[in-house]
């Protein structure tokens, strides 16, 4: 994966348009507190519930189980759909109202969270396969719409 063209132009504007590199970038920009949230992103834990996998912690908080219960009580709520929901993360909400969102940020991230989220889903679930869908829509501007979320494989047989 190539860097964000917007990145790039990002960090060229640095010492007086001379440039840096990203990893100087983070060294001056970024902090521990931020380091360990993002690990809630791009390192998430994943449970089984009910024969669910769940981007989600134990124990399971009531709300969450009672959002779980209502999609699966949804007229033509399916295994998969009820995963497809609940897995479902909106890029743009990593950091609401920030200025530098972009369409090949965006990109950026959702290519690499949908490989994070492959290769941990095979790692602690070798033998129950997940699809891995990293949504990128029509409209580039529409931030919100950039979405990735995962569902069990066979939930795609028993459709």
């Known amino acids: 994966m190539s860097m964000p063209e917007s990145m ?18 983070l060294d001056s920009a970024g902090d521990y507190s931020l380091a360990v949230g993002y690990t809630e992103i791009f390192c998430p834990k994943f449970v089984e519930h009910k024969g669910y996998i769940l981007a989600a912690e134990e124990p399971l908080h009531e709300e969450y189980l009672r959002n779980l219960k209502g999609f699966e009580s949804r007229e033509g709520a399916t295994p998969k759909s009820v995963e497809w929901v609940m897995n479902h993360f909106h890029l743009s909400f990593i950091h609401l109202g920030s200025k530098d969102i972009s369409p090949d940020k965006l990109v950026f991230l959702g290519n690499a969270l949908k490989e994070t989220y492959e290769a941990r889903l095979s790692y602690f679930f070798p033998d129950k396969p997940c699809i891995v869908e990293f949504h990128i829509p029509d409209d580039q501007y529409n931030f919100e719409a950039y979405q990735i979320t995962f569902w069990q494989a066979k939930h795609d047989q028993s459709a």
């Open 8 to 25: 790039k132009e990002e960090l060229q504007a640095w010492n007086g348009g001379d440039g840096i590199d990203l990893e100087t970038w």
